[in-house]
Nanobody, 124 residues
Framework: QERLVESGGGLVQAGGSLRLCCAA?????????MGWFRRQAPGKEREFVA?????????VYADSVKGRFTISRDSAKNTVCLQMNSLKTEDTADYYC????????????????WGQGTQVTVSS
């Protein structure tokens, strides 16, 4: 069964760092673009954070995280990670990993695979 499992969430003070990782299993996602999304409050739309191409050679970031977050992947380990630095209280959200065979940039977010999410809380 194909699965994406996020890890690394937690509580951190503003200005701190966290590293989220997503482990893929059940198939090889090396040909998939992968990315991170977040939902900042129940009922709010999930918003795009960052994505990386299947080769790892191309990345896309939301303006709100550019210069602070870095997405990377290790295709041999079937993982994608999000290094989050200089965290702000507004980064508090549930973060979700996603994967899709379509290349970047994604024109919509009806993506093939989604993880269950990991919670990030940034305190002031």
């Amino acid at each position: 069964q194909e699965r994406l499992v996020e890890s690394g969430g937690g509580l951190v003070q503003a200005g701190g760092s966290l590293r989220l990782c997503c482990a893929a299993s059940g198939r090889t996602f090396s040909s998939y673009s992968m990315g991170w999304f977040r939902r900042q409050a129940p009922g709010k739309e999930r918003e795009f954070v960052a994505a990386i191409s299947s080769s790892g050679g191309s990345t896309v970031y939301a303006d709100s995280v550019k210069g602070r977050f870095t997405i990377s992947r290790d295709s041999a380990k079937n993982t994608v990670c999000l290094q989050m630095n200089s965290l702000k209280t507004e980064d508090t959200a549930d973060y979700y990993c996603a994967a899709d065979p379509l290349p970047l940039p994604w024109s919509d977010y009806a993506l093939d695979q989604w993880g269950q999410g990991t919670q990030v809380t940034v305190s002031s």
